[in-house]
């Protein structure tokens, strides 16, 4: 990336501040999920409710972006969404039994979808030249906060006990809430006089266009796999025998790789005009670690953990960069990601949710496994039709 003013360097960090608040209140519950059912006697089913219900809220809230849009100026909304998640988080101190615990998901999960429903817009408008590569990074904060969650949580819950393990995440959103509302001041009138008649409202035939569906169907599996491994991954490996810290810095070490391979996409997506090559690469990844995670998870655990955290890693950034590619209007291109992420996070949230039932039913979770291999198969025969050529099939 370019040298950039002091401001928009402000406002760069300030979005990395605000990305890395997006999945603690997520990432912090699959390592603890033994302690949380044992304290609450949740069943598998109610417990992944507890990933599957915050997804589903974001994916609702972003479906409904163009009136939280038409309502919440960016650096507003975006603040109280991490308002939201700051108190949600809190609240786990004691909030502690299934439909307390429930209840502050579905809070957290408006606040989240609040600041994925106007990020986007924002760094499209603001970052127009080096949209890709500030994309990368706010992905890789996301990314990047969910591995900070994963590897304390069992550490935390140690120390603390998991209630205040799980309330600690409120921490970071109020650090960050001043950082975002001290370096997005004046953008909002920046943004009021920039509207020029010539700017096309957000079209409503997303709804009815093939391609925008499929960009959500892609970015809904892709999910899909991320929101599987968040709530199921340390479970998993605990029922075959590890210790929940064990387990939790195993997660962690598959979120860090997606850091890193989110990363890489920051720095090299420019050389890559079509995205076709660089997703077939990392969906065949993501297919090597699923295959590792089913028939060895004991002798490929890392080996699969690698894999997985690549794969996922690199393919949530592009998934979103493939969609921003088809539009060139801002206020277009964050209708379209509200749509993508809106459907795409209504799909992904039945993943968890899915993994709980067939672990309620078989007592294993490999069944879940086989199910993503499909999906990642699937998403590999999309990405081949996301040609340069053919973005204009998402033309109103």
């Not at 990432?27 to 006697?41: C, E, F, K, S, V």
């Not at 195993?250 to 989110?262: F, I, N, R, Y």
């Amino acid at each position: 990336m370019r040298s950039l003013p002091v401001r928009p360097l402000l406002v760069v960090v300030a979005i990395v501040a605000v990305a890395l608040n997006l999945r603690p209140a997520l990432a912090a519950i699959g390592p603890l999920l033994d302690m949380i059912q044992a304290a609450t006697g949740a069943t598998h089913t109610q417990a992944s409710l507890l990933t599957t219900l915050p997804v589903f809220v974001m994916g609702l809230c972003a479906l409904a972006g163009r009136h939280v849009t038409g309502r919440l100026s960016e650096r507003g909304g975006i603040g109280l969404g991490l308002a939201l998640v700051a108190l949600a988080c809190l609240a786990r101190y004691v909030a502690v039994d299934t439909y307390g615990l429930l209840l502050t998901a579905a809070v957290a999960g408006v606040g989240i979808a609040l600041v994925q429903t106007l990020l986007p817009a924002f760094i499209k408008r603001h970052f127009a030249h080096e949209v890709g590569r500030v994309f990368g990074l706010y992905t890789t904060g996301i990314m990047a906060g969910a591995a900070i969650a994963a590897a304390g949580a069992a550490g935390l819950a140690g120390q603390m006990g998991w209630q205040a393990a799980l309330a600690f995440w409120s921490l970071p959103a109020v650090v960050a809430l001043p950082l975002w509302l001290n370096a997005a001041r004046g953008q909002s009138a920046r943004r009021a006089s920039q509207r020029l008649p010539a700017s096309r409202p957000a079209p409503h035939s997303f709804w009815r266009n093939l391609r925008a569906w499929e960009l959500m169907l892609f970015f809904g599996i892709g999910t899909g796999a991320y929101t599987l491994v968040l709530a199921w991954l340390p479970p998993f490996y605990t029922s075959l025998g590890w210790a929940p810290s064990a387990a939790g810095f195993l997660l962690g070490g598959l979120t860090l790789a997606e850091v890193m391979a989110g990363l890489a996409v920051s720095a090299w997506i420019g050389r890559f005009p079509d995205r076709r090559t660089p997703l077939a690469a990392v969906l065949v990844i993501l297919i090597c670690g699923l295959v590792c995670l089913i028939l060895a998870p004991l002798k490929l655990a890392l080996l699969a953990c690698l894999l997985l955290g690549v794969g996922i890693g690199a393919l949530f950034p592009l998934s979103l960069i493939v969609a921003m590619d088809h539009v060139d209007d801002p206020a277009q291109a964050g209708m379209l990601a509200a749509f993508v992420q809106g459907g795409g996070y209504v799909i992904a949230s039945f993943m968890p949710l899915l993994a709980g039932v067939l672990r309620d039913r078989f007592s294993s979770l490999s069944q879940a496994w086989v199910v993503m291999l499909g999906g990642a198969i699937v998403l590999l025969t999309l990405a081949l039709r996301f040609s340069p050529a053919s973005y204009r099939r998402i033309a109103a």
